[in-house]
């Protein structure tokens, strides 16, 4: 992948990262993306928690999402399969599913469409577009492993969140930033978000 997109369809299910997400939209919107955003039914309930935000509706959350990330997106429902990122002919240039749940991995595997981020990416996949999936469960069972493998097959990258600890981070927001830096850096973006190996001081 050489060059990064300008436009990114992000899908946020229901498995635990919500800070990954909300980073990832601050530093894509930071870099000049334009945005569109599915949050899932689960994802809703997952940011909601993890973020300890305090709306109650789809659309306060989202608002309040967005307002923590510093971010402008087009947001869309989980069922909007009328919404452009649900066709090819507008597809955006990378789609990235974080956190991916291994219940989406494996719609998206499997092409059992039944959202939107299912979806876009399926529309990804048959589009040649870049797929990102960061996926997060442990442990992971045969069940699950297949299905991921078959996604990588298919072309979707799998960009599962294990930080490192090479850059010695002192935070969890830094261990954040580790995994969002491979995320970006995998999208074609330079990433500054942590030192790579051999940029550590001794
Ligand atoms: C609080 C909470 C945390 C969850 N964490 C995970 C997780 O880390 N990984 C996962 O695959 N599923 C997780 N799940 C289960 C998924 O949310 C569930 O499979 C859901 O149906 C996924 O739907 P979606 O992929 O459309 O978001 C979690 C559910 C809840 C309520």
Redesign the pocket.
Known sequence: MTEAPTTVFIGI?????APYALRLVEVLAARGCRLSLTI????L??VR?ELELSGSTRDELEVEFLARAHADAVCYG?TDLEAPVASGSSAPDAVVVC?C????AA?IALGTTR?L?HRAGEVALKERRPLLLV???MPLSSVQLRRLLEAAEAGALIVAPMPAFYSRPQTVAEMIDFVVGKVISVLGFPQDLFAPWGGATE
């Open positions: 299910s229901g498995a635990s990262g899932s039914d689960a994802g309930r997952v928690h989980p956190p749940s291994l219940s989406t719609h959202t981020i996926p997060r469960e």
